[in-house]
């Protein structure tokens, strides 16, 4: 399924920071830890070509707070359940892959509207 954000992607030549199929959706999302507010700064090229959903969050990087600040924000962002959203890899590092199980259709329509906050 092609990314909702196709506007963005092909003004820039880049891919979207998600994929959808019928299980749900995988994000690849940057975050930027002790921020003054948890928000989405937008969607920026990493150095090996892909794209990533920028994301400065609130909590500092300490035992897992910010991981757990990100996934309580994206699922009251998406309106799905905490439980949905699981962090396939990137724990301790700042390029996160995040994986939330659902509807794929109905995620990629609320993930794009992420992007044009």
């Not at 999302?29 to 003054?36: D, E, H, N």
């Not at 910010?66 to 390029?95: C, H, M």
């Given at each position: 399924?092609?990314?909702?954000?196709?506007?963005?992607?092909?003004?820039?030549?880049?891919?979207?920071p998600?994929?959808?199929?019928?299980?749900?959706?995988?994000?690849?999302?940057?975050?930027?830890?002790?921020?003054?507010?948890?928000?989405?700064?937008?969607?920026?090229?990493?150095?090996?070509?892909?794209?990533?959903?920028?994301?400065?969050?609130?909590?500092?990087?300490?035992?897992?707070?910010?991981?757990?600040?990100?996934?309580?924000?994206?699922?009251?962002?998406?309106?799905?359940?905490?439980?949905?959203?699981?962090?396939?890899?990137?724990?301790?590092?700042?390029?996160?892959?995040?994986?939330?199980?659902?509807?794929?259709a109905?995620?990629s329509?609320?993930?794009?509207?992420?992007?044009?906050?």
């Amino acid at each position: 399924m092609r990314c909702a954000c196709a506007c963005w992607a092909a003004a820039t030549g880049a891919d979207c920071p998600w994929s959808v199929d019928a299980d749900g959706a995988t994000l690849a999302v940057r975050i930027t830890p002790r921020a003054s507010r948890t928000e989405v700064v937008g969607v920026q090229p990493q150095a090996d070509g892909r794209v990533a959903l920028a994301i400065r969050v609130a909590s500092p990087p300490v035992d897992g707070a910010a991981n757990e600040a990100l996934i309580a924000w994206l699922a009251k962002q998406l309106g799905v359940p905490r439980s949905t959203i699981s962090l396939k890899s990137g724990a301790t590092g700042r390029l996160k892959i995040v994986r939330i199980a659902g509807g794929g259709a109905a995620l990629s329509g609320k993930l794009a509207s992420l992007t044009e906050r």
